[in-house]
T-cell receptor, first 116, second 114 residues
């Protein structure tokens, strides 16, 4: 079984400030972790993924995340927030693959507000 | 541009209507998914197709009927929906047996039930 917990349903940052969105996971098998972003009235877009090749993962739009096994965390960061980063962010973990399909568990999401 | 295309983008229907949502992908993915997403919530899995066969039905009411005519297409047939079915319906696809690969999502269909 697997789960993810996102701390903070809303995060507000000033434009140019550091963005930190928190995600902690629980998994009975080595986890595969993802961060997705969702802009209003759109689907989910993959930001980055952790697949055990490297603990520091770089994604699109200047985002990166660090996998810390000892802390069971996969927090998302960006050094300098831009107005266009305002969106909903979901952390997700990929589970077992019975039947070939992928069972993904999403966190509850964090809405990022960027203040000019 | 998204690689998973959903039509229509918006749909308004009465409770007695019959309509269909369509999803298409050309990435060669053999797993396809329907999700329902309410406002301010994460997507909830409804159905999973694997090699064009229904693998998961997450206890979805029978007024939702999925169909996978071929490896590129996924439909969701709607009939006699309720107001609480108003939501964003997302389609996704992924590779088979590749847990380390992400699901690819379409932009969704915004469904409103009158």
């Amino acid at each position: 079984a697997q789960s993810v917990t996102q701390l903070g349903s809303h995060v507000s940052v000033s434009e140019g400030a550091l963005v930190l969105l928190r995600c902690n996971y629980s998994s009975s098998v080595p986890p595969y972790l993802f961060w997705y972003v969702q802009y209003p009235n759109q689907g989910l877009q993959l930001l980055l993924k952790y697949t055990s090749a490297a603990t520091l993962v770089k994604g699109i739009n200047g985002f990166e995340a660090e996998f810390k096994k000892s802390e069971t965390s996969f927090h998302l960061t960006k050094p300098s927030a831009h107005m266009s980063d305002a969106a909903e962010y979901f952390c997700a973990v990929s589970g077992g693959r019975g039947g070939g399909y992928q069972k993904v568990t999403f966190g509850t999401g964090t809405k990022l507000q960027v203040i000019p | 541009d998204t690689e998973v295309t959903q039509t229509p983008k918006h749909l308004v229907m009465g409770m007695t209507n019959k309509k269909s949502l369509k999803c298409e992908q050309h990435m060669g993915h053999r797993a396809m998914y329907w999700y329902k997403q309410k406002a301010k919530k994460p997507p909830e899995l409804m159905f999973v197709y694997s090699y064009e066969k229904l693998s998961i039905n997450e206890s979805v009411p029978s007024r939702f009927s999925p169909e996978c005519p071929n490896s590129s297409l996924l439909n969701l047939h709607l009939h006699a929906l309720q107001p609480e079915d108003s939501a964003l319906y997302l389609c996704a696809s992924s590779q088979i047996d590749r847990r380390n690969q992400p699901q690819h999502f379409g932009d969704g269909t915004r469904l409103s039930i009158l």
